[in-house]
């Protein structure tokens, strides 16, 4: 793989920046933005404050160089999902990671603010063509359990860049793919406690789940399960023994099941346990939105 020039950005601004519609949103924003943020600006034809909003978030958004991409919806043609977030004027910004709102304004404002949007969303770091395909490479490698391969390009984003977070929480996973938790918390360590990044959350989130997890083995605790249904605790025990391993899906199956039989149980340690696993699985993932969707039936049926 050849990386671009960093003082170059080689894709035209119609890959950061596109006008959008109902029928393109779960595409261009939903999709998008779980590879990276997604600024969706919802404005009309007729908006003067519109006119004055739009080209500052585009000049913002492609000084980011690539860290960040916009969304313009025009609210008159495509009603539709802006009745769904419930946009009440124009202009409205939100910003979608993972396939989620996670911030958002009303109305023209100044640039300055822009910018700290935009920072405040991507962390700060605009990043650059190379970084963005660094990262994208050590994303790719984790998915192919390439370890070696994953850690060699998240450490060269972090010579580059070394406050970039995605690449901090990225070579934190590589560590604890491999074991070795002790390396993996001394790494998500160098990104900010404040930090917003979901990546560096998904991170904290795992190795909080690992901390916690009991000291019997999963085949003792699965016995038990089997043996007693109604045990609770051993139920319990068991999912904090799974997501620690890994084995998200498992975990949640064995909370709902707490969840269902007595939501109330020790304090509603399993509905509060299954929002930390959602967390380290990433708000956005397959798991967790199942896992979501099956809680909400329970809670709510």
Not at 158 to 187: C, F, H, W
Not at 202 to 216: C, D, E, H, I
Not at 248 to 264: C, M, P
């Amino acid at each position: 793989m050849t990386f671009a020039d960093p003082t170059l950005d080689p894709r035209p601004s119609g890959d950061l920046i596109k006008e959008g519609t109902d029928a393109s949103f779960m595409k261009d924003v939903i999709e998008a933005s779980k590879t990276q943020p997604v600024i969706v600006d919802f404005w009309a034809t007729w908006c003067g404050p519109c006119r004055t909003l739009g080209p500052a978030l585009e000049k913002a958004v492609r000084a980011a160089k690539g860290a960040v991409k916009m969304v313009k919806i025009d609210v008159d043609a495509n009603p539709a999902y802006a009745g769904q977030l419930r946009v009440q004027s124009i202009p409205t910004v939100y910003a979608f990671v993972n396939g989620q709102p996670v911030d958002g304004f009303q109305g023209a404002i100044p640039e300055s603010q822009i910018k700290a949007f935009i920072d405040k969303l991507t962390g700060g770091q605009g990043g650059s063509a190379e970084t963005a395909q660094l990262l994208e490479l050590g994303e790719e490698s984790l998915g192919l359990n390439d370890f070696g391969g994953a850690a060699q390009a998240f450490a060269h984003v972090l010579s580059i860049e070394p406050e970039n977070e995605k690449a901090i929480a990225g070579l934190a996973r590589v560590y604890m793919a491999g074991g070795d938790v002790e390396q993996a918390a001394q790494t998500i360590a160098m990104a900010p406690a404040e930090s917003k990044e979901p990546a560096v959350q998904s991170v904290r989130a795992q190795l909080a789940l690992a901390a916690k997890a009991p000291a019997g083995a999963s085949a003792e605790l699965e016995a038990k399960v089997a043996a007693d249904p109604n045990d609770h605790q051993a139920r319990f025990d068991l999912a904090e023994a799974q997501s620690a391993a890994g084995d998200f899906k498992g975990a949640i199956d064995n909370l709902l099941s707490i969840v269902q039989a007595d939501r109330e149980w020790n304090d509603q340690a399993a509905r509060k346990q299954l929002l930390v696993i959602f967390e380290a699985a990433g708000l956005g993932s397959d798991v967790s939105k199942d896992g979501r969707r099956r809680l909400s039936s329970i809670l709510f049926s």
